[in-house]
C-alpha cells in the first residue's frame, strides 16, 4: 500500500508556520537573553565594588589608583602604584597589546586579590568589535570613574573616608573607549553639554553602574544621542559628544553623581 506523502503546498505551509513562530519569539528570546546578561553584569559590578571597598578597608581608607596606564606597568616599580583594577596593558615589541597581555595585566592589579575571576572584569554582553591595528585586547568592560583617585587628578578623592554620602557616587561605569582597551579612568566634566569619554550601552538602553556603597544596579538612558555615541564608540569611532538641544537628562545624571573633591 502506497504511503500518503506531504504535498508541496503543504510543505509550504508548514514552513511558512516555523518563519511565524520565529519571528514572534526571537524577540522574547533576544530580551531574556539580554535580561540574564545584565544579571551577570549586575553581579560582576557588585563584585568589584566589593573588592574596591575592601582595598580601602585594607589600606587605612586609600582608594585604589584609578588610572589604567598605558605601556607596560610593573607593580611597585619605581615607587608608582599601579591603578586599582589592572596593572596596564604591556605593549609588544613591535605590536599591540593582546587579550593575554590584558589578563596579565588584571592578574597584577591590586583589585584583583579581592576579585580572582578574570570573567568578573567583562561584561558578557560587550560587543565591541575586535581585530585591526590597536583593537586586539577589549576585554575590560569598566573603568573608575575620575574622581575616585583617578585621572582627575588634584580634584579627586584620596580615602573613602572623604567620601560624603557613598550612595550618591558611582565608582564603576560601563565604559567603551573606542581606542581598543580602557584606558586610563572614565572621566566627564561636571559642567557642560558634552560627554568626555563614552559609555557602554549593552543592555537594552541601560548601562550598569558599581557604586560606592558598594551596590550595584542598571540605569536607562532617554536621550538618543547617548546610544548613537555609544554604538559608534562599539565600532572604534570617535564623534563629536556634544549632546544636541532638547537632550541632556542622562548627561546631567552622570554629572550629578560624578565624585570630585569637596563634593
Known sequence: MRKKAFTLIELLVVIAIIAILMAILMPALRLAKDQAYGVICVSN?????RAWYLYQDDNDSKLVNGHTPSGNF??????????????????????????????????????????????????????????????????????IAGGMNGEDGD????????????ANWYVFAEECDAREWNRGSWIMKITGNSW??????????????????????KHRWVDKSTMEIAARAADGVSISKVVPAGEGKDLKFMQDHYIQKDR
Open 74 to 143: 610593573t607593580k611597585g616599580i619605581h615607587g608608582i602604584e599601579p591603578p586599582q583594577d589592572v596593572a596596564g596593558n604591556p605593549t609588544t615589541p613591535g605590536g599591540n597589546p593582546t587579550r593575554e597581555d590584558e589578563w596579565r595585566g588584571i592578574e597584577r592589579g591590586l583589585l584583583f586579590p579581592y576579585a580572582k575571576d578574570l570573567d568578573v572584569y567583562r561584561c558578557p554582553a560587550d560587543r565591541r568589535r575586535r581585530g585591526g591595528p590597536g583593537r586586539e585586547a577589549l576585554w575590560r568592560s569598566y573603568s
Open 196 to 217: 568626555t569619554d563614552p559609555l557602554a550601552v549593552w543592555h537594552n538602553k541601560r548601562s550598569c553602574l558599581g557604586w560606592a556603597d558598594t551596590r550595584a544596579d
Open 155 to 166: 580634584q579627586s578623592v584620596k580615602k573613602y573616608t572623604d567620601i560624603k554620602n557613598p
Open 45 to 49: 559590578l557588585r563584585n568589584l565594588t
